[in-house]
């Protein structure tokens, strides 16, 4: 897939597709290009005057639902009118994240932030989205990893981070459990026998809402750090190639992981990137599963 680029997306007229978190940054990206090739593509967004404004500049197919990934009651919302009004849809991109900079925060659920919507409501979603994902031709999801997920651990006896907690490591592991779910939901798609098959990317270091802009607010450290980011980070348009590669390229098998080529994955062309031991651990992918289905109330597979 190295060199990949946008002119490799298929035609996808006649295709449905989800993208979380569509209103900006890699989602934004991700639906334009989607809306571009012909994908009929519903922006799911927490701020729907936001997603609206996206609307407009993604242009052509698009429809704006409103999606609170920190909020279960929300995420079933959505979906129930979403299945009803699309019964077959071909794509989902688990786009949508959250970093936070200061103290713990949780979910109108009561889960640790990071955790509970970059994670857990994505669970929830693809799961009370499957049955419609399972009656498409070429279905496929996809999941957002970072490369924050290689340093990161997961401690099943305090999945909410109770203990200690920092934001930085709470991303982190945040992004973990996201990449164990995503290559877990592939096994389990597999022996299923389910057309459907679940695919991972990340952007390496992109400026987006998330990173350096962050900074910019910080007085004169955080503006010295955002000049510093500009040097190792990646402009949008190409930070969004790996995940619009996983969503479209016809040459994913379910399980592939893409990311940026570079020194330190951090910017470069689209290639295959490479899971931490703890992401492709089978056994931590079943223990993942069964907490995630016992918190959020949405079992399946
Ligand atoms: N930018 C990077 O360098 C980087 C690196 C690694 C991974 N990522 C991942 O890429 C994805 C996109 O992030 P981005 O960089 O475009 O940042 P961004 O802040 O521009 O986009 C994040 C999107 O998620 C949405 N969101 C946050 N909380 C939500 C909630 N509760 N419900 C619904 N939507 C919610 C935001 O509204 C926003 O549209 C995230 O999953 C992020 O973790 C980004």
């Known amino acids: 897939m190295t060199g990949w680029t946008t002119d490799r997306i298929p035609d996808q007229h006649g295709r449905i597709a989800v993208v979380t978190g569509a209103n900006s940054g890699l989602g934004l990206v991700t639906a334009t290009e989607l809306a571009r090739h012909g994908a009929h593509v519903v922006l799911a967004v927490r701020n729907t005057a936001a997603g609206q404004e996206a609307a407009r500049r993604v242009g052509g197919d698009v429809e704006v639902r409103e999606l609170d990934l920190a909020r279960l009651d929300s995420v079933r919302a959505f979906a129930a009118k979403l299945a009803a009004d699309h019964p077959v849809i071909d794509l989902l991109v688990n786009n949508a994240g959250v970093v936070l900079l200061g103290p713990r925060r949780t979910t109108a659920d009561g889960f640790e932030l990071h955790l509970g919507t970059n994670m857990l409501g994505h669970f929830a979603l693809t799961g009370l989205l499957l049955g419609n994902l399972a009656a498409a031709a070429q279905p496929r999801v996809v999941s957002l990893s970072s490369i924050t997920h290689k340093n990161a651990h997961l401690d099943f006896d305090d999945l909410m981070f109770e203990r200690d907690y920092r934001a930085a490591p709470a991303y982190g592991r945040s992004k973990l459990a996201t990449t164990i779910f995503a290559v877990e939901l592939d096994r389990r798609l597999r022996a299923a026998g389910s057309p459907i098959i679940s695919t991972l990317a990340h952007p390496g270091i992109t400026r987006t809402n998330l990173t350096p802009r962050a900074w910019e607010h ?50 470069g062309p689209v290639t295959e990137a490479r899971l931490s031991r703890e992401a492709a651990d089978p056994a931590a992918g079943r223990r993942l599963w069964a907490a995630a289905g016992e918190l959020t109330g949405v079992s399946y597979l």
Do not use: K
């Open 218 to 267: 910080r007085g004169r450290f955080g503006q010295a750090i955002a000049r510093l980011g500009l040097l190792v980070t990646q402009p949008v348009e190409r930070g969004a190639l790996p995940q619009l590669c996983a969503a479209t390229d016809p040459g994913v098998r379910g399980g592939q992981f893409f990311g940026p080529s570079g020194r330190w994955e951090m910017r």
